[in-house]
């Protein structure tokens, strides 16, 4: 157990699991020595590495053939490693090191990774990288998903920066016209302050005074257009995640592409506009042309998810009032359910539920036709439309998760050994659980598997027992006096 958890899960190293014994009593049953410890975790990794390989085995054998996502990224620890996820069940297909990271490097690692399950890669979610491109296209005939993020990253690079830059400046002319607008005052104040007053005709005060507040309020005016800019970006940014779903997520219908499109060029158009009222530098009018060529490949990846969703719909051979009630409510809601749980805000998830229950509530009442078909027709209807919800995958933050993951294990040890990268993907994969008490494996296979704890230890040995600690012999001091 507690080389699982201290040395697997959390991260940390053997000499930890030796101080533990040490400090609660039982290296007196247990031998704490290094050496032998590190044996043990040897024997755990290897041990739970083929467990897990056993199992997904076994597993493999009774699944049914499924058309699945695959979300790829690379890491480096230097070395690079390839990390490939099925989103939907948080799967880790591929997690190796490799010499580099060519297209025909990720193919060739993705097909050993996948050999003996019945699955077909679809569609494949990443950065615009040409290798993972031609990889997923090329050589997987598959569609590629460009990842969301990195547009938003990219208009986020385009305008953070310079708009944050405007703002101080005009928060620090504010407050030097703030501060000229004082000193006229103070000066006005402490002239008619003098008894008796000087000869001759008094300072223009109030030109003075007149021309500060001016001054002040231009720059007022300024740092509102500078905090307003900065806002509209932040906006346009939080509408490109809004808009990229194939469903509205205020009224649950479908978002056609040409719709999406349109609202996509009103998005740019509004930056462009910005950019010229901020008088963005190139560098920044760059980053802003490269997030609106994704516009492209993100309308594809919605084209590519109508037309498979039509396919697998119309495989159902239903009633023309059934397959609308599918199309138009079944696959929305669940659709919307998803993305509820992805929402941080507590008001955006209640209402997603509820704009969810409302779609759902008409298809749940016991007139309506669904309900007069058999249970078994009804939950391969329902399990078509979540496959079907499940289908858009449009960010592969599962596998930039994964990396921040193990760059923590990696910064602990240096280096990760292939012996414990396999085991920390064994532990991801059927060991980690969710809430709902499901493994990675679970959710992937479809069924139940052995705790794969119980598997490990019995195929690791018991720890061995403590050696017998011989007194060591005084140290003489060096100068001590030798006896004639």
């Given at each position: 157990?507690?080389?699982?958890i201290?040395?697997?899960?959390?991260?940390?190293?053997?000499?930890?699991?030796?101080?533990?014994?040490?400090?609660?009593?039982?290296?007196?049953?247990?031998?704490?020595?290094?050496?032998?410890?590190?044996?043990?975790?040897?024997?755990?990794?290897?041990?739970?590495?083929?467990?897990?390989?056993?199992?997904?085995?076994?597993?493999?054998a009774?699944?049914?053939?499924?058309?699945?996502?695959?979300?790829?990224?690379?890491?480096?620890?230097?070395?690079?490693?390839?990390?490939?996820?099925?989103?939907?069940?948080n799967?880790?297909?591929?997690?190796?090191?490799a010499?580099?990271?060519?297209?025909?490097?990720w193919?060739?690692?993705?097909?050993?990774?996948?050999?003996?399950?019945?699955?077909?890669?679809?569609?494949?979610?990443?950065?615009?990288?040409?290798?993972?491109r031609?990889?997923?296209?090329?050589?997987?005939?598959?569609?590629?998903?460009?990842?969301?993020f990195?547009?938003?990253?990219?208009?986020?690079?385009?305008?953070?920066?310079?708009?944050?830059?405007q703002?101080?400046?005009?928060?620090?002319?504010?407050?030097?016209?703030?501060?000229?607008?004082?000193?006229?005052?103070?000066?006005?104040?402490?002239?008619?302050?003098?008894?008796?007053?000087?000869?001759?005709?008094?300072?223009?005060?109030?030109?003075?005074?007149?021309?500060?507040?001016?001054?002040?309020?231009?720059?007022?005016?300024?740092?509102?257009?500078?905090?307003?800019?900065?806002?509209?970006?932040?906006?346009?940014?939080?509408?490109?995640?809004?808009?990229?779903?194939?469903?509205?997520?205020?009224?649950?219908?479908a978002?056609?592409?040409?719709?999406?499109?349109?609202?996509?060029?009103?998005?740019?158009?509004?930056?462009?506009?910005?950019?010229?009222?901020?008088?963005?530098?190139?560098?920044?009018?760059?980053?802003?042309?490269?997030?609106?060529?994704?516009?492209?490949?993100?309308?594809?990846?919605?084209?590519f998810?109508w037309?498979?969703?039509?396919?697998?719909?119309?495989?159902?051979?239903?009633?023309?009032?059934?397959?609308?009630?599918?199309?138009?409510?079944?696959?929305?809601?669940?659709?919307l359910?998803?993305?509820?749980?992805?929402?941080t805000?507590?008001?955006?998830?209640q209402?997603?539920?509820?704009?969810?229950?409302?779609?759902?509530?008409?298809?749940?009442?016991p007139?309506?036709?669904?309900?007069?078909?058999?249970?078994?027709?009804?939950?391969?209807?329902?399990?078509?439309?979540?496959?079907?919800?499940?289908?858009?995958?449009?960010s592969?933050?599962?596998?930039?998760?994964?990396?921040?993951?193990?760059?923590?294990?990696?910064?602990?040890?240096?280096?990760?050994?292939?012996?414990?990268?396999?085991?920390?993907?064994?532990?991801?994969?059927?060991?980690?659980?969710?809430?709902?008490?499901t493994?990675?494996?679970?959710?992937?296979f479809?069924?139940?598997?052995?705790?794969?704890?119980?598997?490990?230890?019995?195929?690791?040995?018991?720890?061995?027992?403590?050696?017998?600690?011989?007194?060591?012999?005084?140290?003489?001091?060096?100068?001590?006096?030798?006896?004639?």
């Amino acid at each position: 157990v507690m080389h699982l958890i201290i040395t697997l899960r959390a991260g940390a190293g053997v000499r930890l699991v030796c101080e533990f014994l040490e400090l609660s009593g039982l290296s007196a049953v247990v031998g704490a020595a290094y050496g032998s410890q590190y044996a043990l975790t040897v024997q755990v990794q290897d041990a739970v590495a083929q467990q897990a390989q056993a199992q997904r085995s076994i597993l493999a054998a009774a699944m049914p053939p499924r058309a699945v996502t695959v979300c790829e990224d690379e890491t480096f620890h230097p070395e690079i490693c390839l990390v490939a996820i099925e989103p939907v069940s948080n799967f880790i297909l591929l997690e190796q090191y490799a010499p580099d990271r060519t297209a025909a490097t990720w193919t060739q690692a993705l097909a050993t990774a996948v050999e003996g399950l019945p699955v077909t890669v679809i569609q494949g979610t990443s950065d615009e990288a040409k290798a993972l491109r031609r990889h997923v296209v090329k050589d997987l005939g598959a569609q590629h998903a460009s990842d969301l993020f990195h547009g938003q990253h990219e208009v986020s690079q385009a305008t953070s920066l310079h708009l944050a830059r405007q703002v101080r400046q005009a928060t620090t002319a504010v407050a030097a016209a703030q501060q000229a607008v004082d000193a006229a005052q103070d000066a006005r104040r402490a002239y008619e302050a003098q008894i008796p007053r000087p000869r001759g005709r008094p300072p223009a005060f109030t030109a003075r005074l007149d021309a500060a507040r001016t001054d002040l309020i231009r720059a007022e005016r300024a740092q509102t257009e500078a905090h307003a800019r900065q806002a509209q970006a932040r906006e346009q940014i939080r509408e490109l995640g809004n808009l990229y779903h194939p469903y509205d997520l205020v009224r649950g219908g479908a978002q056609a592409v040409a719709y999406v499109a349109a609202r996509c060029a009103e998005v740019w158009a509004r930056l462009a506009h910005l950019a010229d009222a901020a008088d963005l530098p190139a560098r920044a009018r760059e980053h802003l042309a490269k997030a609106q060529r994704l516009t492209v490949p993100w309308l594809a990846t919605l084209a590519f998810f109508w037309a498979t969703v039509q396919i697998r719909v119309d495989a159902l051979d239903l009633a023309p009032d059934l397959e609308q009630a599918v199309l138009t409510q079944l696959i929305p809601a669940l659709y919307l359910q998803r993305v509820a749980g992805r929402r941080t805000q507590a008001a955006d998830r209640q209402r997603l539920m509820a704009l969810s229950a409302s779609l759902l509530e008409p298809l749940r009442q016991p007139t309506h036709p669904l309900q007069a078909l058999a249970p078994a027709r009804r939950a391969h209807i329902e399990a078509t439309a979540t496959g079907c919800a499940d289908l858009f995958q449009r960010s592969s933050s599962c596998v930039e998760g994964r990396n921040g993951h193990l760059s923590l294990y990696h910064h602990g040890s240096h280096r990760l050994s292939d012996r414990k990268l396999a085991a920390l993907t064994a532990l991801h994969n059927y060991y980690v659980r969710r809430p709902d008490g499901t493994t990675a494996a679970e959710r992937f296979f479809g069924r139940a598997h052995p705790t794969l704890f119980e598997q490990v230890l019995a195929h690791v040995d018991l720890p061995p027992p403590p050696r017998r600690k011989r007194p060591r012999p005084l140290k003489r001091p060096a100068l001590a006096l030798v006896a004639a």
